[in-house]
């Protein structure tokens, strides 16, 4: 339809599995599921004595006819690891769409991948992603962030690392994660800042998936964009929970409508059923609705 080409593309990340690239079941298992975007995991989901065979393993699954259709990103070891060089290789090869580095402690580092890449002549659409999950990274979060006003660098998305962050620091994972909040808050600041998608960290208890929809929830309001996850029973939960709901749809509708009025369309700010809306609510609306009809599109 004419009218949907015209709208501004919507990179859904709402539900972000990893997957380990030493499980072939689970590996091939990924390409039917619902779940926005999935990570193949080189890094902590293989044991040290699995890393060569699984990057093989990963290499010829993404090769062959059971490669997903969402969003692909390979999550490698650190590049100063043993197996980091060969992993970002055998990534690029697979031509995923992004890249998910591992323990970056700096904007360093995240520019050494990129010049790595850029010796291998990759195409400027393989994207880099970074782990936030070391202490030096959490203090570092405003110059790694900003890396995301620069196309250059490849950077488009910053995931956090809760259970590397918490093992670093010594901050306890509380159910209500109110220790963490602090730090989860000024990643999804520093992300807004540099432009960047934010993903929130896992649940580690996969079975109570009623804690999972709360910690979505609370991830949602504290303004991540979406959740990585460790087991397919969390994708249709993170789904629902991400999407805007049916009443926050109705009520963007009515803030447009409102500012078509041909009484109001010159206006910096109207009342709405009792309420003040600005334009800048105008602007929200908008993008809530372009999220909208990208999840129905998804789902067809
Ligand atoms: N991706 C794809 N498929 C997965 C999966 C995942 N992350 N986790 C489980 N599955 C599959 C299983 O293979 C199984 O498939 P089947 O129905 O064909 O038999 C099905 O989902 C049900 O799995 P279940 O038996 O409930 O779980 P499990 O005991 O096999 O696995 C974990 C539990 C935690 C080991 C597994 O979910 C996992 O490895 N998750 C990812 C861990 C990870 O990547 N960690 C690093 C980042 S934090
Ligand atoms: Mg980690």
């Given at each position: 339809?004419?009218?949907?080409?015209?709208?501004?593309?919507?990179?859904?990340?709402?539900?972000?599995?990893?997957?380990?690239?030493?499980?072939?079941?689970?590996?091939?298992?990924?390409?039917?599921?619902?779940?926005?975007?999935?990570?193949?995991?080189?890094?902590?989901?293989?044991?040290?004595?699995?890393?060569?065979?699984?990057?093989?393993?990963?290499?010829?699954?993404?090769?062959?006819?059971?490669?997903?259709?969402?969003?692909?990103?390979?999550?490698?070891?650190?590049?100063?690891?043993?197996?980091?060089?060969?992993?970002?290789?055998?990534?690029?090869?697979?031509?995923?769409?992004?890249?998910?580095?591992?323990?970056?402690?700096?904007?360093?580092?995240?520019?050494?991948?990129?010049?790595?890449?850029?010796?291998?002549?990759?195409?400027?659409?393989?994207?880099?992603?970074?782990?936030?999950?070391?202490?030096?990274?959490?203090?570092?979060?405003?110059?790694?962030?900003?890396?995301?006003?620069?196309?250059?660098?490849?950077?488009?998305?910053?995931?956090?690392?809760?259970?590397?962050?918490?093992?670093?620091?010594?901050?306890?994972?509380?159910?209500?994660?109110?220790?963490?909040?602090?730090?989860?808050?000024?990643?999804?600041?520093?992300?807004?800042?540099?432009?960047?998608?934010?993903?929130?960290?896992?649940?580690?208890d996969f079975r109570d998936l009623e804690a999972f929809e709360a910690a979505c929830?609370?991830?949602?309001?504290?303004?991540?964009?979406?959740?990585?996850?460790?087991?397919?029973?969390?994708?249709?939960?993170?789904?629902?929970?991400?999407?805007?709901?049916?009443?926050?749809?109705?009520?963007?509708?009515?803030?447009?409508?409102?500012?078509?009025?041909?009484?109001?369309?010159?206006?910096?700010?109207?009342?709405?059923?009792?309420?003040?809306?600005?334009?800048?609510?105008?602007?929200?609306?908008?993008?809530?609705?372009?999220?909208?009809?990208?999840?129905?599109?998804?789902?067809?």
């Amino acid at each position: 339809m004419k009218r949907a080409m015209q709208q501004p593309t919507v990179q859904l990340r709402r539900s972000v599995l990893y997957v380990p690239a030493s499980n072939e079941k689970a590996l091939r298992k990924s390409a039917s599921l619902a779940c926005d975007a999935v990570i193949f995991d080189l890094e902590d989901a293989v044991a040290p004595g699995e890393k060569v065979a699984a990057r093989e393993r990963l290499r010829d699954f993404l090769a062959g006819k059971d490669r997903p259709g969402c969003e692909i990103v390979v999550r490698i070891n650190a590049l100063a690891s043993e197996w980091g060089t060969e992993d970002l290789l055998a990534a690029r090869a697979a031509r995923p769409d992004a890249i998910l580095l591992p323990k970056v402690d700096g904007p360093k580092d995240v520019l050494e991948a990129d010049a790595a890449l850029d010796e291998t002549d990759a195409p400027r659409a393989l994207k880099l992603w970074a782990m936030v999950e070391t202490p030096r990274a959490v203090l570092n979060l405003g110059p790694i962030a900003e890396l995301g006003r620069d196309p250059a660098a490849r950077l488009t998305c910053l995931v956090a690392g809760t259970n590397d962050l918490a093992k670093d620091t010594g901050i306890a994972l509380t159910p209500d994660r109110r220790h963490l909040a602090p730090f989860l808050l000024q990643m999804v600041m520093a992300c807004r800042a540099g432009g960047l998608t934010v993903l929130d960290g896992v649940s580690n208890d996969f079975r109570d998936l009623e804690a999972f929809e709360a910690a979505c929830a609370e991830a949602r309001a504290m303004g991540f964009d979406g959740k990585t996850l460790i087991h397919p029973a969390q994708i249709g939960p993170a789904n629902a929970v991400f999407a805007p709901s049916p009443e926050a749809v109705a009520e963007a509708e009515a803030i447009v409508a409102a500012f078509a009025e041909p009484e109001n369309r010159g206006r910096g700010v109207i009342s709405l059923d009792g309420r003040m809306v600005e334009r800048l609510h105008l602007e929200m609306a908008r993008g809530l609705l372009a999220r909208a009809r990208a999840i129905t599109e998804r789902q067809r």
